[in-house]
């Protein structure tokens, strides 16, 4: 699927299905004290009437945290999706699915939350955000 991405510059970005709906609940896969994220809006997306938005792998959503430290639940936080169940069809034919649904946290300046990721991130995230390319450790 191409986009355009200004004054006559193409932008080519796959098709990726959007398998995790507003109200699911994730992983935190960052060090940021945050165990389990549920998803409350994912912006910039528009959908059918009266079917519930859903996010994929390198969406950016805004979450809030349901299990973890005092200080960090009852807020709103933006996060980006790395992992996802459903399975992500690549370019060259194959097909890449993961264990869990999976979030980090992400500052509103674009900074990540935690300073380390566990687990493995999927290529199409770190293509979208360089950040947390740096920090992951195994990028699928």
């Known amino acids: 699927m191409a986009k355009q ?7 080519f ?12 609940n ?5 060090n940021s004290g945050a165990k389990i994220l549920e998803i409350i809006n994912v912006p910039r997306h528009k959908t059918r009437a009266s079917r519930l938005s859903a996010a994929a792998v390198g969406d950016f959503c805004q979450v809030v945290v349901k299990k973890g430290p005092a200080e960090l639940r009852k807020q709103v936080y933006g996060a980006v ?13 194959t097909r890449v699915c993961f264990e869990d649904n999976a979030a980090v ?3 509103p300046e674009g900074e990540t939350k935690g300073t380390d990721i566990k ?6 995230a770190s293509e979208k ?6 920090l992951a450790s195994m990028v699928v």
Do not use: F, H, M
């Open 81 to 93: 999706i790395i992992r996802q169940k459903y399975a992500v069809r690549r370019l060259n034919g």
């Open 119 to 124: 687990g493995p991130v999927a290529a199409e």
């Open 105 to 107: 946290l992400i500052t």
């Open 5 to 11: 991405a200004g004054k006559g510059v193409e932008e």
């Open 13 to 24: 970005r796959p098709y990726v299905t959007r398998s995790i709906p507003v109200g699911a």
């Open 26 to 30: 994730i992983v935190c896969a960052d």
């Open 129 to 134: 955000w360089p950040r947390v390319a740096n």
